[in-house]
């Protein structure tokens, strides 16, 4: 398979290693030269120089070949412009990288639903960790066309669980209420702004995309 990475930062070049030792193709799109010309002799992958969220350059890049564009430059804006530039361009799935939590409500507006924020990740694998619990990985559980897939609640679905009215081959599993954690129970309504996560169906996904796309508008307006 093939990924391209946005941004040769510390975290994208382990990452490509991993991917090259694995024999898939990477590409590196990086605007300072001198930082390619030091890559080039130790991974044997493609580069493009340039800036990463410019529309030309990831065409370039071919999404139609690309299973991953990851955005992992160390500007937590240019990574969410190339990742919503990269939507446009049709990259299959797209991974975004954000170092302040500040801008998670808005990637979830936007649809950015692969998005990682090192810091918590790493801080909450050290706190699990300190107390022996046993760490699970999520994808490793999230199998065959099970997706996760989580959205803003608007003001139009302050409505009980049970009426929202799902595809089928779905199920609300959570929802954060200003940041906290809170388990749905069969009497559960949703407010206004609930970050809501959901496992549903790979089919379902243009549908629930489409069905809370208007979000998206909305913030790029803004």
Request: overall charge negative.
């Amino acid at each position: 398979m093939r990924a391209v990475f946005v941004g040769a930062s510390s975290l994208a070049v382990m990452t490509a290693r991993f991917l090259l030792r694995r024999r898939h193709e990477v590409v590196i799109i990086e605007r300072n030269k001198e930082r390619i010309e030091s890559l080039a002799g130790e991974l044997d992958c493609g580069f493009l120089l340039g800036d990463g969220s410019k529309p030309a350059l990831l065409r370039e890049a071919d999404p139609e070949r690309t299973a991953v564009l990851f955005c992992l430059t160390g500007n937590d804006q240019a990574n969410i412009l190339a990742s919503l530039v990269g939507r446009s361009l049709g990259f299959a799935r797209i991974v975004t990288k954000i170092d302040d939590p500040e801008f998670e409500h808005i990637c979830i507006e936007l649809g950015l639903e692969d998005m990682i924020i090192p810091s918590r990740t790493i801080g909450r694998y050290l706190a699990d960790l300190f107390q022996g619990m046993n760490l699970l990985d999520l994808s490793g559980v999230i199998k065959d066309e099970a997706r996760i897939f989580t959205f803003v609640a608007r003001h139009d679905d302050e409505l009980p669980v049970d009426e929202l009215k799902l595809p089928a081959r779905s199920r609300l599993i959570c929802l954060y209420r200003g940041g906290k954690f809170v388990p749905l129970q069969d009497d559960s309504r949703l407010q206004e702004d609930d970050e809501v996560v959901l496992i549903t169906h790979a089919d379902n996904l243009p549908e629930l995309h489409e069905r809370w796309g208007v979000q998206m508008e909305t913030v790029r307006k803004h």
